[in-house]
C-alpha cells in the first residue's frame, strides 16, 4: 500500500473482514423515532391484528415501563436510547405479496448478494428460506411444498392473519412478557420473524431457515419467532443475520420461543454474522436475545447450536426447560470476538422431569481486545429423578489485551443427579504451532487450522452446508488477530 | 473489569433494618481511650450505614440470605438472648501453642510466646505495629477485590472490641504450630473478631483457627494476612459453632514475591456461615493451595466464597474445594480464579466435588475463570452428583452391606480433603466428628 | 557428492547457557547418521535449532542447507525446503484430523514449489499406501492428530508423516523412546523403506537398539555440546559396550 492512500482505500481496508456491510437503496415506510402506546398501536394496526394482540403488546409495554436494563451480564456499553430508535420500517411496497415476482428487484438482489437467491429457479436446495428485511417478511419460499405435508413455514405476521388460534395458544407460553428487559421490549413491538408448526408424526422434508437483515439506519429488529412440534415431528430450522456497517450501534432484541411435544425433535441452529463494528468499536449491532425451548413432553428434544462471530454486544442464553420425561436438551456454542467485540452467552438448562437429559459444549474464542465470557445454569429440581449434565466449557485466547471468562452455575436438589462442568482457558500452543509449521503449513494458516480444530465439536452440530461457511465466517472474524 | 455493585435505591430507614447503629451507641458508652480508632469506627460505621448488610439482590449473596442474622442481632441488643449454655470447650491440642481470643479479646496472660513469634493485641500493641495497624482497619479487606467490599469488614472495624496481631520475625522457622481459639459467648451481641497476620520475609509459620461458641452466638470475623517475601504460612481454619451458631467471615491473603501459603478450611458446624476467602498472589511467584472442606447436615447452610487473584507473573494456584449436603442442609460454593493483565505464565487450577444426599437439600456451586491474559494455563471442573455406584457395588461384592459401604466411601471423600493439615490431634478429631456424623447420616437415610 | 547439510562451529544457548559449542557436521544426500550422546549433551537442541524451533538462540556458526542459510528461514520454509523433524514428544491438537494436517502440509509444499495441489483420489491413495507402510489401522487418519494415541501410536504416526511427506532430510529425535519392540519394527521398516540415494536422515538417540534395525553410515557422539567422536557403525556397539563414561574420558585425555 502506498503512504498516501486516500481515507476511503483505508476504510476499505479495515472494513475488509465484513463482507456484508452494504446498504440497500430502497424506499421505506419508516415510523419516526420513538417508542409509545400509539406507536405500539400503529405497529398492531399495520399488521392487521387481532384485539387480543394489541392488549398483550399493551400489557407487555406497561410492565417494560417497570422494568430497568440488566446489568449482571459482562458488558459494558452507553446507555441505549430506547425513544432514538425507530421501531418500524419496511421496503414499500407493502408486504403481503402475492408472488415473488411482485418483490422488488432490489430486494431479490440484496439477498443474492448475501448468498440467499429466493428466486424460483436458483433457491437453495432442501432449504426452506423465509427473508426478514428490517420490520417485515420479504417472502418465504417453498411453502406449497411445506404445506403438503401438512408444515406451516410462514412469517409471523401472516401466521397472525391465517392461525390466529395456534398464536394465541403458544405466544408468550415459554417467554413471558414479563420474562426479562428486552423480552417484555420485544413483546410490545415485534414487528416480523418466523412462524413454524410440524404437526403430528411429520418429519420436514427440508431445512427450514429465515435471513434476518437489518439496512435501515436509526431502526431495530425486533423479530418474533415460534416453532411448534407436535408429537413425534422434527425439525431442523436455521436463522443468519447481517446487517450495513455502520458508525453508530442498532438494536437487535429478539425472541425465539420453542415448544416441543412428546417424542417431538427441534433443531434450532444459528449462524450469526450482524455487523461487529469497526477496529475501533465503532458501530455494530447490540444484540440481546430471548430464545428458550420448552421440552415439554415426553422424550422430546431441543438442540441448539450457533455461531456467533458478529455484533458489537451479543447477550444471549438459549435455553432448555427440561420438562418431560426422557428429555434431552443440547447446547453447542461457538463465540468469536475480535477488536472490541463483547460476548457474554450461555445457556441455562432447567432439568424438571424424571431422566432429563443435558449437554453444554461451549468454545469461546477471544482476540484483540474483545470480552468473552461464558454464563450458564444448570438447575436440577427435586423432582428431577436421575438427571444428568453434561458441561464443556473451553477458552481460547489470543493476544495479551482480551479477556475470557467463565460463569457456571450448578444448583442441585435431587441426590440422583449428577452434574459435571469442565473449563480450561488458554491460549494456542506454541509447540501446537511449531508441529504445524514444522510440517511446512503457515502461521496463519495453523492458527486456523488449530482453531476449527478447537470448534469442531460444535460445528459438526451444523447442517453441512452451513458448517463449511461457520468455518470461514470464523476465519474472516479472526483475521488480524495473529501478528 | 469487575464491577462494583452500587446501589442506588434508599436503604430502608427504619431502625429496624440497622441493628448497627444500636450496636454502636451502646459501644460508645465503653469508649476504647484510643483516639485514632474512634476515627476509623466512625469512617467505617458511616460506610457500613450506606452500604447496609448485604443482600441477595447482590451476586456475591445470591445463595445466602442474611435476614435471620440481622433479625437476631436486634434480638441480642434487645437483651433477649437465650440463656447461655456452656459448650464443652474443646480440650488444648498437645505440641501446639494454644491462644485464646474470647469475644474477640486476646485472653492474658499469655505464655511465653515461641521464638520468632510476637502475639499483641491493641492494649500492648507496639508503636512501630501502630501505622500498619491503623491502615488495614482503615482499608477493606481487600482493595482491588471491590465485590469483598460488602459492609461486613466496616461493621467489623466499627465494632471491634480488639485487634490481634501476629507476628514473624525475618527469617524465623516457627516450629510450634499457633492454635487460635476464637471463642464466642453470650457476652456479645454480635461476637467482632479481628486478627491481623504479618509474616515476614523469609519466615514461616503453621497457624490453626478454630472458631467456637456458646448457644446461638453471631460472629462477624475478620482476619488480614500478609506474607513477605520467601515467607509461607500454612493456615487451618475450623468452623466448628453450635449448630445455632452464625458466622460470618472475611479473610484476606496477600503474598509476596515467591511467598506460598497452604489454606485448609473446614465447616463443620454453625445454622448459617459464611466464609469469603480471598487470596491475593501480589508477587512474582507467589503460589497457593486451598482445600475446602464442609458438611452440610441438619438445617445447616454453609457458603463459601474463594477468591485467587494472579496478580504478579508466574503466579501458581491450586484449589481443591468439597462439600456434603444432606438433610435439610445447604451447601454453596463459589470459587473464582482470576488471572489479571501483567500475571503472564500463571496456571490455576480448581476442582470442585459434592455429594448430595437427601431430597431435601441442596447444593449450589459457581466455579468461575476471569481471564485478562493469554499466556496463562486455567482450569476448573466441578461435579454434583451422588458416590459412585460401581465403587459402592465393589464394597458389597466384599461382603459391606451398603449403608456401611457408603459410609466407608463418604469418609474417604472427606479424609481427602483432611490429609493436608499439619496438627495431627486436631486431624484426627475432625476426622472423628466427620465421621460420627456421617454415622448418623447414613443410618437415618436407611 | 554433493553436501545437503553443512553444520559449522555452531554454538546455541538456551536460557543464557550456552548448550552446542562448536559443532561441525557434514551430511550428504543419501546418508544416515546416528547423533548419540548422554542425557543433556544437546542433542534435543540439535534437532531443534535445524527445524527453526524458538527459544534457541544461535550465538555463533552457520548452517547450510541445499547452498541456503538454513538459519535465516522460518520453520515452514524449512519444512517445505524438504526438511523434517520426527518430533520425541509429537503434539496433540484436538479435532484436526490427521489427514487434514497432511494435505495442508503437502499442499503448503507443493504451492511453494509452484505445484499444483494433489488431487483427492491421489492423496488418499498415497496416505492409504503409506498407513498400510507402517501398519496404521485407516480409522488412524480421520482422528484428531495424535489425539488420545499412546506413546508408541505417536511415533508411528510421525515416520507415517515422513512417508507421506517424503523429505530430503529427515531429523527423527529420539523417535526409538517408548517404543516396545514391536513397534520398534515397525518404526524400522517405515525408515528403512524411504531410505533413498537422494535422502539424508539424522537420528537422534540415546541407545544403540535402534541401530541394530538402522544401519547408520556415521556414528557421532556428542557431548559438552560438540561431536567428540565419529565412526562407523561399530562405534555404537563400543559405546553399547563400554558406556559413555569412557569415550567422554578418553576424549579428555
Known amino acids: ?483 | 473489569m469487575a464491577q462494583s455493585t452500587v446501589r442506588d435505591e434508599p436503604r430502608d430507614q427504619t431502625a429496624a433494618s440497622r441493628p448497627w447503629q444500636v450496636a454502636a451507641e451502646q459501644l460508645s458508652n465503653t469508649a476504647s481511650g484510643l483516639d485514632w480508632l474512634t476515627e476509623r469506627r466512625t469512617a467505617a460505621l458511616v460506610r457500613a450505614d450506606c452500604l447496609g448488610l448485604p443482600d441477595q439482590s447482590q451476586e456475591e449473596w445470591r445463595y445466602t440470605s442474611l435476614t435471620p442474622f440481622a433479625r437476631r442481632w436486634l434480638d441480642h441488643l434487645a437483651g433477649a438472648r437465650l440463656p447461655a449454655v456452656p459448650e464443652p470447650v474443646p480440650p488444648t491440642l498437645a505440641g501446639v501453642f494454644s491462644v485464646d481470643i474470647v469475644d474477640g479479646r486476646l485472653c492474658a496472660p499469655l505464655l511465653a510466646t515461641p521464638p520468632g513469634l510476637t502475639i499483641q493485641s491493641l492494649q500492648n500493641l507496639g508503636a512501630e505495629w501502630r501505622t500498619r495497624v491503623e491502615a488495614l482497619l482503615g482499608s477493606v479487606v481487600s482493595p482491588t477485590d471491590t465485590s469483598a467490599s460488602d459492609s461486613l469488614v466496616d461493621l467489623n472495624t466499627a465494632l471491634l472490641t480488639d485487634v490481634v496481631l501476629v507476628t514473624t520475625e525475618p527469617g524465623a522457622s516457627v516450629a510450634m504450630p499457633i492454635h487460635i481459639r476464637l471463642q464466642a459467648t453470650a457476652a456479645s451481641a454480635l461476637c467482632q473478631t479481628r486478627l491481623l497476620v504479618d509474616l515476614a520475609a523469609g519466615s514461616r509459620l503453621t497457624l490453626s483457627l478454630e472458631f467456637t461458641g456458646t448457644a446461638a452466638v453471631l460472629v462477624n470475623a475478620v482476619s488480614q494476612m500478609c506474607l513477605g517475601r520467601d515467607s509461607e504460612l500454612n493456615l487451618v481454619r475450623v468452623q466448628a459453632l453450635p449448630d445455632d451458631g452464625m458466622l460470618l467471615e472475611s479473610t484476606s491473603i496477600e503474598a509476596k514475591d515467591s511467598a506460598a501459603v497452604t489454606v485448609t478450611s473446614v465447616d463443620l458446624g454453625g445454622q448459617l456461615s459464611r466464609q469469603s476467602l480471598t487470596v491475593r498472589l501480589a508477587g512474582t511467584g507467589a503460589s497457593a493451595t486451598v482445600h475446602g472442606l464442609f458438611l452440610a447436615d441438619g438445617q445447616r447452610h454453609i457458603d463459601n466464597r474463594t477468591r485467587l487473584q494472579h496478580e504478579a507473573p508466574s503466579t501458581t494456584s491450586r484449589e481443591f474445594f468439597r462439600g456434603i449436603a444432606a438433610d435439610r442442609g445447604h451447601g454453596v460454593f463459589s470459587g473464582k480464579i482470576i488471572v489479571q493483565p501483567g500475571a503472564a505464565g500463571s496456571n490455576a487450577a480448581l476442582t470442585n466435588r459434592n455429594l448430595l444426599l437427601t431430597t431435601t437439600a441442596e447444593i449450589d456451586t459457581k466455579p468461575e475463570l476471569e481471564i485478562y491474559v493469554d499466556d496463562v494455563r486455567c482450569s476448573h471442573g466441578a461435579t454434583t452428583g451422588q458416590l459412585d455406584a460401581n465403587a459402592l457395588f465393589y464394597l458389597q461384592s466384599r461382603g459391606l452391606d451398603l449403608s456401611t459401604a457408603r459410609q466407608v466411601l463418604t469418609a474417604a471423600f472427606l479424609r481427602d480433603s483432611l490429609t493436608g493439615i499439619p496438627l495431627p490431634e486436631l486431624r484426627e478429631r475432625l476426622e472423628a466428628r466427620l465421621e460420627s456424623r456421617l454415622q448418623a447420616q447414613s443410618g437415618a437415610a436407611r | 557428492m554433493s553436501t545437503l547439510l553443512e553444520v559449522s562451529g555452531l554454538r546455541v544457548a538456551v536460557g543464557g547457557k550456552e548448550i552446542l559449542t562448536g559443532l561441525d557436521l557434514v551430511v550428504r544426500p543419501g546418508e544416515v547418521h546416528a547423533i548419540m550422546g548422554p542425557n543433556g549433551s544437546g542433542k534435543s537442541t540439535l534437532a531443534h535449532v535445524l527445524s527453526g524451533r524458538d527459544g534457541y538462540v544461535v550465538t555463533g556458526g552457520s548452517v547450510s542447507y541445499q547452498g541456503l542459510d538454513l538459519l535465516a528461514m522460518a520453520p515452514e520454509e524449512r519444512a517445505r525446503a524438504g526438511l523434517f523433524l520426527g518430533f520425541q514428544y509429537p503434539v496433540e491438537i484436538p479435532g484436526v484430523s490427521n489427514v487434514y494436517l497432511l494435505r495442508s502440509a503437502l499442499n503448503a509444499r507443493r504451492s511453494a514449489r509452484g505445484e499444483s495441489e494433489i488431487d483427492a483420489a491421489g492423496f488418499l491413495r498415497l496416505v492409504k499406501a503409506r498407513a498400510r507402510l507402517m501398519q496404521m489401522d485407516e480409522s488412524f487418519l480421520q482422528r484428531g492428530v495424535n489425539e488420545g494415541f499412546s506413546g508408541g501410536e505417536k511415533k508411528r504416526n510421525e515416520i507415517f508423516q515422513m512417508a507421506v511427506l517424503e523429505p530430503v532430510l529427515a531429523i527423527l529425535d529420539e523417535t526409538d523412546s517408548g517404543l516396545d519392540i514391536d513397534a520398534l519394527k515397525i518404526v524400522s521398516n517405515g525408515v528403512n523403506s524411504l531410505r533413498d540415494p537422494a535422502r539424508a536422515f539424522i537420528l537422534v538417540t540415546h541407545y544403540q537398539r535402534l541401530l541394530d534395525y538402522i544401519r547408520p553410515d556415521f556414528v557421532h557422539v556428542l557431548a559438552g555440546g560438540r561431536i567428540i567422536r565419529t565412526g562407523d557403525h561399530t562405534l555404537a556397539l563400543e559405546l553399547e559396550a563400554d558406556g559413555y563414561e569412557q569415550i567422554l574420558a578418553a576424549a579428555s585425555t
Open chain 1, 1 to 483: 500500500m502506498t503512504g498516501n492512500a486516500p481515507n476511503q482505500g483505508l476504510e476499505d481496508f479495515m472494513g475488509r473482514g465484513y463482507a456484508h456491510g452494504f446498504v440497500t437503496d430502497i424506499e421505506a415506510d419508516t415510523v419516526a423515532p420513538g417508542l409509545s402506546e400509539d406507536v405500539i398501536r400503529f405497529i398492531s394496526a399495520k399488521k392487521g391484528e387481532p384485539e387480543f394482540l394489541l392488549a398483550w403488546r399493551l400489557k407487555a409495554y406497561r410492565h417494560w415501563l417497570t422494568l430497568r436494563e440488566p446489568r449482571w451480564a459482562k458488558l459494558h456499553h452507553p446507555p441505549i436510547d430506547y425513544q432514538a430508535i425507530s421501531y418500524y420500517s419496511a421496503p414499500r411496497p407493502a408486504p403481503g405479496l402475492k408472488s415473488i415476482d411482485e418483490v422488488d428487484p432490489k430486494l431479490l438482489q440484496t439477498y443474492e448478494k448475501l448468498g440467499i437467491p429466493l428466486h424460483e429457479r436458483a433457491r437453495l436446495a432442501g432449504v426452506a428460506v423465509d427473508a426478514v428485511f428490517d420490520s417485515v417478511s420479504v417472502t418465504t419460499t417453498f411453502k406449497d411444498k411445506l404445506a403438503a405435508v401438512g408444515v406451516i413455514f410462514c412469517s409471523f405476521s401472516e401466521a397472525v392473519r391465517e392461525h390466529p388460534e395456534l398464536v394465541r395458544k403458544y405466544l408468550g407460553t415459554v417467554v413471558p412478557y414479563r420474562d426479562n428487559y428486552f423480552a417484555a421490549l420485544n413483546s410490545a413491538v415485534f414487528t416480523d420473524g418466523s412462524f413454524v408448526y410440524i404437526p403430528k408424526g411429520v418429519r420436514c422434508p427440508m431445512e427450514l431457515s429465515t435471513y434476518f437483515r437489518i439496512n435501515q439506519a436509526k431502526t431495530g429488529q425486533f423479530e418474533r419467532t415460534l416453532i411448534v412440534a407436535e408429537d413425534g415431528s422434527h425439525v431442523s430450522y436455521l436463522e443468519g443475520c447481517t446487517a450495513p456497517q455502520r458508525d453508530e450501534n442498532q438494536l437487535h432484541a429478539a425472541v425465539v420461543e420453542l415448544v416441543a411435544l412428546n417424542d417431538a425433535t427441534i433443531k434450532y441452529s444459528t449462524v450469526q454474522n450482524w455487523y461487529p463494528g469497526d477496529k475501533e468499536g465503532r458501530g455494530g449491532i447490540y444484540n440481546f436475545v430471548t430464545k428458550r425451548g420448552d421440552c415439554r413432553g415426553a422424550n422430546s428434544r431441543i438442540s441448539w447450536t450457533q455461531v456467533e462471530a458478529g455484533s458489537a454486544i451479543t447477550w444471549k442464553y438459549p435455553s432448555c426447560i427440561l420438562r418431560g420425561e426422557n428429555s434431552v436438551g443440547e447446547f453447542y456454542s461457538v463465540a468469536v470476538t475480535n477488536n472490541l467485540q463483547q460476548a457474554d452467552t450461555g445457556t441455562k438448562m432447567i432439568h424438571i422431569g424424571r431422566n432429563t437429559r443435558s449437554t453444554i459444549v461451549s468454545k469461546g474464542i477471544s482476540a484483540g481486545r474483545a470480552q468473552n465470557a461464558y454464563r450458564g445454569l444448570v438447575k436440577i429440581l427435586p423432582t428431577a429423578e436421575n438427571a444428568r449434565n453434561y458441561t464443556q466449557c473451553d477458552s481460547l485466547l489470543m493476544g495479551a489485551r482480551c479477556g475470557a471468562h467463565t460463569f457456571p452455575y450448578m444448583e442441585v436438589r435431587n441426590p440422583t443427579a449428577v452434574v459435571e462442568h469442565e473449563a480450561t482457558t488458554s491460549r494456542i500452543g506454541d509447540d501446537q504451532l511449531f508441529y504445524c509449521r514444522q510440517r511446512g503449513i503457515s502461521t496463519e494458516d495453523a492458527v486456523n487450522l488449530i482453531v476449527n480444530g478447537f470448534c469442531k465439536q460444535v460445528f459438526r452440530q451444523l447442517p453441512m452446508e452451513f458448517a463449511v461457511e461457520a468455518q470461514n465466517l470464523l476465519n474472516v472474524s479472526l483475521e488480524g488477530a495473529v501478528g
